[in-house]
């Protein structure tokens, strides 16, 4: 892997690093005293949790084995504008705009985020990247809290798999963040 990055600011270091990652989708965290950065990418599931894999957070009152919390509707963005620098164009400033019309019309608003990605410098992968923010804005947007007993204790941030609580869910997909 290439890289070569043009630092004409100053932040910290882990912006530094947020800023190179979104411009691939990519996530980031600590863990066993070591820091690990990956790319969300569809993938197919590496493991699957069913109720008998879940631990009950409380015994003393039956419930379901997972929580889910949902992001506030308020903090989706029906319209993402990147902006870009634009090779073919003398590295001209360009906005590349993903919208989901159907959301303004039913919601009655237009929640706008913009969002400076200088490190992309074609109009297919800025089409992309916007679309996808856009996608991540709107419809990835639930938590799943859960506890797993000691034969899944080696699952990793970044993992994908399914989980099923013979609740609320059927084999949702989930990633391990």
């Not at 890289?3 to 043009?6: F, K, P, Q």
């Not at 799943?144 to 797993?148: E, Y």
């Given at each position: 892997m290439l890289?070569?990055?043009?630092l004409n600011?100053?932040?910290p270091w882990m912006d530094w690093v947020d800023y190179i990652l979104s411009h691939v989708g990519g996530w980031r965290h600590f863990g066993?005293?070591?820091f690990h950065i990956g790319a969300l990418h569809d993938e197919a599931p590496a493991y699957t949790l069913t109720d008998d894999d879940?631990?009950?957070p409380n015994p003393d009152s039956p419930g379901p084995k997972v929580q889910i919390n949902k992001r506030p509707y308020s903090d989706t963005y029906n319209r993402i504008e990147l902006v870009w620098t634009d090779r073919a164009n003398n590295y001209a400033v360009a906005v590349a705009v993903a919208q989901d019309e159907v959301d303004q019309r039913v919601s009655g608003q237009?929640?706008?985020?913009t969002v400076k990605l200088d490190g992309i410098n074609n109009a297919t992968l800025a089409a992309y990247q916007a679309q996808r923010?856009?996608?991540?804005?709107?419809?990835?947007?639930?938590i799943?809290?859960?506890?797993?007993g000691y034969k899944n204790m080696l699952l990793e941030n970044g993992d994908v798999g399914t989980i099923t609580d013979n609740f609320n869910l059927t084999a949702e997909k989930i990633r391990i963040m």
């Open positions: 890289l070569s990055v043009n600011e100053s932040k066993g005293g070591k879940l631990v009950q237009i929640r706008k985020r923010l856009l996608i991540d804005s709107l419809y990835r947007y639930n799943f809290k859960f506890i797993v």
